[in-house]
């Protein structure tokens, strides 16, 4: 099948007359032999299955001289012709067999002398086939092959170079071409390559030109000779051109260094190509030599082609996920470049994924089929650059006076790419270019937003922070008064300063005490008047002390006492009245109000007031509350028991330890009249007596704490009830 594709394919091609299909390509180089003599070769190519004109025999090689005079014309008997191989750009398939193409090489030694300028070799002939893509009205399009021989000024017997090998005849439709047209300079010289434009040649009138030249049946004769250069290029059909001679995708370019031409062909057809190789030496061009050849693309349908996208985006980090755009393949095999990744550096998926053990360049490898003939190889090269990921550390906050900020970049980037910083508004400058820019300054306090963005590698991020510009502190502020009784509790609070100035705070309360600390309290229990003061310290930025006083700031007043006694704290309701007496002047006082606990209160101010409780309970708290012109009080109490009968109760232990829980020895005894208590000791020494039941004995002798021990007490009275004296003897345990 695919040898009657071809054969169809060629069948389209070669239905031009028989004069079209001839010239398919060719050069013309020399080499110098000594003696002023010169080898000049001419190679032809031409298409031998159905061209019908035969190579020139002889072909005829004009030279000239620089200014355009005819110097010789060299006819060189055809040697013969070789088939060339029928090569085609893919393992996959076979080049048809009935495809010819064929390749005669003429030469001859010349003698040429030195000539200012130079010579030029031409040889002309037409035609190329009428199948050709690129060219308008190709079948009658000819064909110039040069050479230039320099002045002797640049070079004394100069060899031009020649192109190694030729190209496939054949290429694959939608395959990538890689094909080495590089050349041989004998010398040595420095070689240039490019596309360039297609010389035009003979006509179709006068295919062949010389003494042996043939007409077409045009009407006069042939020319006998070639014209001198310069000579016109071959009318391309648009879009194409001589720099862009076909269709392609990629378009098909030439290393100008190697000669390697490249390119994915991508529409079935005949193109004329062609090359030039400048020869250099010291910097001075010698001389050019331009080969055109036709490509013939055939459709290869199903070969497989291996494509790794190029490098899009650089911001992704260490991590890949690669594409995969390769057509017609089962199987694949990729290498990352990537040798210190250890196991992970192959992989045979589709579209791996593959993490770069570090940044740098790297060579990406993808063989679709490998291991079978119809393998094919993409290569790509990818550049991993660490994350991109700014930031800047915000500088300290300083004053606004005479600030002055600068930045630092730091993150994760390269540094090779661009900066931009936006210091917000009130700052001068308010942008920079630099890396680490310095002498910022703000004409404003508060807070302001800083922007640092990083553009590198076609990516960019952006980070923001923000930098604080202080006021000076300039606080207004007054230590307000504090008045009232003890304990009296003051509460201060500072002027509100910004923190990041660091303020530091001392307080003294006159009164021998200190604190620091924005906010603070003391309680005062003297009476008196106390002056207060206040230091605050700024340890940053707008460094400053400020003091402030208060003179008095607080002031004490005295509290009044209340104190009374009681001549009975036990009753019964048969006789439940109770004197109290005052202990305490009046003048002490503005008022005095008596409370009896049973909801009756007396304003009375005289020295002893009676009270007859209305009713019999566990105990009434009867209350003294005397407060003076300041509003100070104080609130003295007495609880009185009042029972509905005769009661008698006498404890057998006490604890005179101070802590307030029965530290006091004292009968509970009501209704009764003429009491005396009496404690003995165990020498029977009397240590204690009272005449009232409201006095108990606290466990002291003449001032001093009575030791742990068992005492002995003595209790008389008349019971109001039955009017007899009882007299009562026991013991009672003093325990420490």
């Given at each position: 099948?695919?040898?009657?594709?071809?054969i169809?394919?060629?069948s389209?091609?070669?239905t031009?007359?028989?004069?079209?299909?001839?010239i398919?390509?060719?050069?013309?180089?020399y080499?110098y032999?000594?003696?002023?003599?010169?080898?000049i070769?001419?190679?032809l190519?031409?298409d031998?299955l159905?061209?019908?004109?035969?190579?020139d025999?002889?072909?005829?090689?004009?030279i000239?001289?620089?200014?355009?005079n005819?110097?010789d014309s060299?006819?060189?008997?055809?040697?013969?012709?070789?088939r060339?191989?029928?090569?085609?750009n893919?393992?996959?398939?076979?080049?048809?067999?009935?495809?010819c193409?064929e390749?005669?090489?003429y030469?001859?030694?010349v003698?040429l002398?030195?000539?200012p300028?130079g010579?030029?070799?031409t040889?002309?002939?037409?035609?190329r086939?009428?199948?050709?893509?690129?060219l308008q009205n190709p079948?009658?399009v000819?064909?110039?092959y040069m050479a230039?021989?320099?002045?002797?000024?640049?070079?004394?017997?100069?060899?031009?170079?020649r192109?190694?090998?030729f190209?496939?005849?054949?290429?694959?439709?939608n395959?990538?071409?890689?094909?080495?047209h590089s050349?041989?300079?004998?010398?040595?010289?420095?070689?240039?390559?490019?596309?360039c434009?297609a010389?035009?040649?003979a006509?179709t009138?006068?295919?062949?030109?010389?003494?042996a030249?043939?007409t077409?049946?045009?009407g006069?004769?042939?020319?006998m000779?070639?014209p001198?250069p310069p000579y016109?290029?071959?009318?391309?059909?648009?879009?194409y051109s001589?720099?862009y001679?076909m269709s392609?995708?990629?378009?098909?370019?030439?290393?100008?260094?190697?000669?390697?031409?490249?390119g994915?062909?991508?529409?079935?057809?005949?193109?004329?190509?062609?090359?030039?190789?400048?020869e250099?030496?010291h910097?001075?061009?010698?001389?050019v030599?331009?080969?055109d050849?036709q490509?013939?693309?055939?459709p290869?349908p199903?070969i497989?082609?291996?494509?790794?996208?190029?490098?899009?985006?650089?911001c992704?980090?260490d991590?890949?996920?690669?594409?995969?755009?390769?057509?017609?393949?089962?199987s694949?095999?990729?290498?990352?470049?990537?040798p210190?990744?250890?196991?992970t550096n192959?992989?045979?998926?589709?579209?791996?994924?593959h993490?770069?053990?570090?940044t740098?360049?790297?060579?990406?490898t993808l063989?679709c089929?490998p291991g079978s003939?119809?393998?094919?190889?993409?290569?790509?090269?990818?550049?991993?650059?660490?994350l991109?990921?700014?930031?800047?550390?915000s500088?300290?906050?300083?004053?606004?006076?005479?600030?002055?900020?600068g930045?630092?970049?730091?993150?994760h980037?390269?540094g090779?790419?661009?900066f931009?910083?936006?210091?917000?508004?009130?700052?001068l400058?308010d942008?920079?270019q630099?890396?680490?820019p310095s002498?910022?300054?703000?004409?404003?306090a508060?807070?302001f937003?800083?922007?640092?963005?990083?553009?590198?590698?076609g990516?960019q991020?952006a980070?923001?922070d923000?930098?604080?510009v202080?006021?000076?502190?300039?606080p207004?502020?007054?230590i307000p008064?504090f008045?009232?009784?003890p304990p009296?509790?003051?509460?201060f609070?500072?002027?509100?300063?910004?923190?990041?100035?660091?303020?530091?705070?001392s307080?003294?309360f006159?009164?021998?005490?200190?604190a620091?600390?924005?906010n603070?309290?003391h309680?005062?229990t003297?009476?008196?008047?106390?002056d207060v003061?206040?230091?605050?310290i700024?340890?940053?930025?707008?460094?400053?002390?400020?003091?402030f006083?208060k003179?008095?700031?607080?002031?004490v007043?005295?509290?009044?006492?209340a104190q009374?006694t009681?001549d009975?704290?036990?009753?019964?309701?048969?006789?439940a009245?109770?004197?109290?007496?005052?202990l305490?002047p009046?003048s002490?006082?503005?008022?005095c109000?008596w409370?009896?606990?049973?909801g009756?209160?007396?304003?009375?101010?005289?020295?002893?007031?009676?009270?007859?409780?209305p009713?019999a309970?566990?105990?009434?708290?009867?209350?003294?509350?005397?407060?003076n012109?300041y509003?100070?009080s104080?609130?003295?109490?007495?609880p009185?028991?009042?029972?509905?009968?005769?009661?008698?109760?006498?404890?057998?232990?006490f604890t005179?330890?101070?802590?307030g829980?029965?530290?006091?020895f004292?009968?509970?005894?009501?209704g009764?009249?003429?009491?005396?208590?009496?404690?003995?000791?165990?020498w029977?020494e009397?240590?204690?007596?009272?005449?009232?039941?409201?006095?108990?004995?606290?466990?002291?002798?003449k001032?001093n704490r009575?030791?742990?021990d068992?005492y002995v007490?003595?209790v008389?009275?008349?019971n109001d009830?039955?009017?007899h004296?009882?007299?009562?003897i026991?013991?009672?345990?003093?325990?420490?």
């Amino acid at each position: 099948m695919k040898k009657a594709f071809f054969i169809l394919f060629l069948s389209l091609f070669l239905t031009e007359t028989v004069r079209a299909t001839h010239i398919v390509g060719g050069e013309i180089y020399y080499d110098y032999k000594g003696n002023d003599t010169f080898k000049i070769t001419l190679k032809l190519y031409r298409d031998c299955l159905n061209g019908q004109a035969p190579y020139d025999d002889p072909a005829y090689i004009f030279i000239f001289n620089t200014n355009g005079n005819l110097v010789d014309s060299i006819p060189i008997v055809f040697p013969g012709s070789t088939r060339v191989p029928p090569l085609i750009n893919s393992p996959c398939f076979a080049a048809p067999t009935d495809i010819c193409v064929e390749q005669a090489i003429y030469s001859k030694n010349v003698f040429l002398p030195p000539a200012p300028g130079g010579y030029n070799i031409t040889y002309q002939r037409c035609c190329r086939n009428g199948t050709i893509l690129n060219l308008q009205n190709p079948g009658s399009v000819g064909s110039t092959y040069m050479a230039h021989i320099p002045d002797p000024s640049l070079a004394i017997g100069n060899s031009s170079p020649r192109y190694k090998q030729f190209p496939p005849i054949y290429i694959c439709a939608n395959n990538p071409l890689v094909f080495d047209h590089s050349a041989h300079d004998p010398d040595g010289d420095s070689l240039a390559y490019s596309f360039c434009d297609a010389y035009d040649g003979a006509s179709t009138c006068c295919p062949i030109l010389g003494p042996a030249g043939q007409t077409n049946g045009c009407g006069s004769g042939c020319p006998m000779i070639a014209p001198p250069p310069p000579y016109v290029f071959v009318p391309y059909a648009s879009p194409y051109s001589g720099a862009y001679p076909m269709s392609s995708s990629p378009a098909m370019s030439i290393d100008p260094h190697t000669g390697l031409i490249t390119g994915t062909p991508n529409m079935i057809g005949q193109w004329v190509v062609a090359v030039c190789v400048s020869e250099y030496r010291h910097g001075k061009l010698l001389s050019v030599n331009k080969r055109d050849f036709q490509f013939n693309v055939t459709p290869c349908p199903a070969i497989p082609v291996a494509a790794v996208p190029s490098q899009q985006v650089f911001c992704f980090g260490d991590t890949v996920q690669f594409s995969n755009n390769s057509i017609n393949a089962t199987s694949y095999q990729w290498n990352f470049g990537d040798p210190n990744s250890g196991g992970t550096n192959t992989s045979g998926i589709v579209a791996p994924m593959h993490i770069y053990s570090d940044t740098g360049v790297y060579h990406v490898t993808l063989i679709c089929n490998p291991g079978s003939p119809c393998a094919d190889t993409g290569h790509t090269t990818f550049y991993i650059y660490p994350l991109l990921k700014p930031s800047f550390v915000s500088p300290l906050a300083q004053c606004l006076t005479n600030n002055s900020f600068g930045f630092t970049a730091g993150g994760h980037f390269l540094g090779n790419g661009s900066f931009h910083w936006n210091f917000g508004p009130a700052a001068l400058p308010d942008s920079s270019q630099v890396r680490n820019p310095s002498g910022i300054h703000y004409s404003a306090a508060g807070s302001f937003p800083v922007t640092l963005t990083v553009s590198e590698n076609g990516c960019q991020q952006a980070y923001t922070d923000s930098v604080r510009v202080l006021s000076p502190a300039s606080p207004l502020y007054l230590i307000p008064p504090f008045k009232g009784c003890p304990p009296e509790d003051a509460q201060f609070s500072a002027p509100v300063i910004d923190p990041e100035l660091q303020p530091s705070y001392s307080w003294t309360f006159g009164d021998g005490t200190s604190a620091s600390g924005a906010n603070v309290s003391h309680t005062y229990t003297q009476t008196g008047t106390y002056d207060v003061h206040l230091v605050i310290i700024t340890n940053h930025a707008c460094l400053d002390t400020f003091m402030f006083s208060k003179i008095p700031a607080v002031t004490v007043y005295p509290t009044p006492e209340a104190q009374f006694t009681s001549d009975s704290v036990a009753v019964i309701m048969t006789n439940a009245s109770v004197l109290f007496t005052d202990l305490i002047p009046k003048s002490d006082s503005s008022t005095c109000i008596w409370n009896f606990g049973d909801g009756t209160v007396s304003h009375n101010t005289v020295d002893s007031i009676r009270h007859i409780f209305p009713h019999a309970v566990n105990v009434y708290n009867v209350l003294e509350i005397r407060t003076n012109k300041y509003g100070c009080s104080d609130t003295f109490k007495i609880p009185i028991e009042v029972y509905s009968s005769f009661e008698y109760w006498i404890p057998n232990a006490f604890t005179p330890n101070d802590d307030g829980i029965n530290d006091i020895f004292r009968p509970i005894i009501a209704g009764v009249s003429s009491y005396e208590l009496d404690i003995f000791n165990r020498w029977g020494e009397l240590i204690f007596s009272s005449e009232t039941t409201a006095e108990g004995w606290n466990g002291t002798y003449k001032g001093n704490r009575c030791q742990e021990d068992v005492y002995v007490w003595k209790v008389g009275f008349i019971n109001d009830v039955s009017k007899h004296r009882e007299n009562y003897i026991g013991r009672v345990s003093l325990i420490r």
